[in-house]
């Protein structure tokens, strides 16, 4: 039986609409020696049961893994796995002969708080965000194993920067299943190195590919500019797409190196492409008028809200930078990967950087994460990507 933590008074409301969060000041008090990653049955001010959870020190104290009175075991962690699996392949993302990238697990969005999990190719790459999904890394991926039968062979852990540092888990990158140095996926019929030992997330940005395949209807005959470009994901699709002339351009000396890779994977000896270690800014500067499709996806501003309003500004001046640069009629791919930046204070932001553009600027698409990404409807806090892909003249 697990141990209980009460609520106060009043504090079970957003619990009641299915929200998976329960934050430390709702707590009133909890029962004695709980431990961080420990399930907890969460309990009202009246003494209803109302969820089961995994307990972790912090703002967001428990994370909630069902709000039935149930035992979290393996054929728990199967079920869950199942449904994401089975979503997958409903929208036609799983088992696509053209690709076999994509995310398996979103947190919340597949009722799994805390846990991310991608997989390329036979390789599953598995992310903790949880003290709790640490704990439970390894009844996980048995269950994960028997869930995906033929399509998963490899199952490499990768939360070394993603836990609470003061947690002192000990944790360490590597593969707690199988193991293979074949580290090349295919994303809608290109391929991809993919960095999961050093790489940022688990090692490739999943969540653009929808928005890369509609660059690639743009870039026909364009001058393109890949700014932030990480792997060059946005780079390949504008290659395929007939572009011209591509560059890359990333502060990140490794990320150059991979996206020269992943260009010459894809188009050996393809002479329309070059890239460049630079600063985003510097670079805007000194380049103006020069490219017809510019790409604006910058790491996150803002991790945490604290840091929103800071990020509002560097999200208007990298916007400024790439209106004022843009050939005349040219499009502009721009994104905010910060879950505390809203759409609105993004539009906002855009906009504000119009207006000191002196551009005239149109929004010709509203862009978001895919559907392997998927919302909790009662967790909106999910909605993380937001993009414009703007006509400026």
Request: aromatic share 10%.
């Amino acid at each position: 039986m697990y141990k209980n933590i009460y609520l106060k008074k009043g504090k079970e409301s957003s619990l009641e609409r299915f929200h998976p969060w329960i934050f430390s000041g709702a707590i009133h008090h909890m029962d004695d020696d709980i431990a961080e990653g420990d399930f907890v049955r969460v309990i009202s001010a009246s003494g209803d049961f109302i969820a089961v959870g995994h307990y972790q020190i912090g703002s967001i104290a428990v994370r909630v893994l069902s709000f039935h009175d149930i035992t979290i075991d393996d054929e728990f962690w199967e079920k869950r796995l199942a449904s994401a699996l089975t979503m997958r392949q409903s929208i036609g993302i799983a088992d696509n002969p053209h690709n076999n990238t994509y995310r398996l697990v979103h947190g919340e969005g597949d009722n799994l708080p805390g846990l991310v999990i991608d997989c390329y190719g036979e390789t599953a790459v598995m992310q903790a965000h949880s003290v709790g999904m640490h704990v439970c890394r390894k009844e996980i991926c048995k269950a994960l194993v028997k869930v995906m039968q033929h399509r998963v062979k490899n199952v490499y852990y990768k939360s070394e920067t993603t836990l609470p540092f003061k947690a002192e888990l000990g944790q360490e990158n590597g593969f707690i299943y199988g193991q293979t140095d074949d580290n090349i996926a295919v994303e809608n019929g290109l391929k991809f190195h993919v960095d999961w030992l050093r790489g940022q997330k688990t090692g490739f940005f999943v969540d653009q590919r929808e928005n890369r395949a509609l660059l690639e209807h743009y870039a026909k005959g364009k001058s393109v500019l890949n700014m932030f470009c990480y792997t060059g994901g946005f780079s390949v699709y504008a290659m395929r797409g007939g572009a011209k002339m591509v560059h890359s351009v990333d502060s990140s000396a490794k990320a150059i190196e991979l996206t020269n890779e992943n260009i010459e994977l894809n188009f050996p000896g393809d002479t329309r492409h070059e890239a460049y270690c630079d600063d985003a800014f510097k670079y805007l500067d000194e380049h103006d008028d020069q490219y017809d499709l510019i790409i604006l996806d910058p790491p996150a501003f803002a991790k945490h809200r604290s840091a929103l309003h800071n990020a509002l500004k560097g999200y208007t001046r990298l916007n400024v930078k790439g209106l004022q640069r843009i050939k005349h009629g040219g499009i502009l791919f721009t994104f905010s990967c910060s879950q505390a930046v809203t759409k609105e204070n993004f539009r906002n932001a855009v906009f504000t950087a119009a207006v000191q553009s002196g551009r005239k600027v149109r929004i010709l698409h509203q862009l978001h994460q895919p559907a392997d990404h998927p919302i909790n409807i009662y967790h909106p806090e999910g909605e993380y990507l937001k993009g414009l892909v703007l006509y400026v003249e």
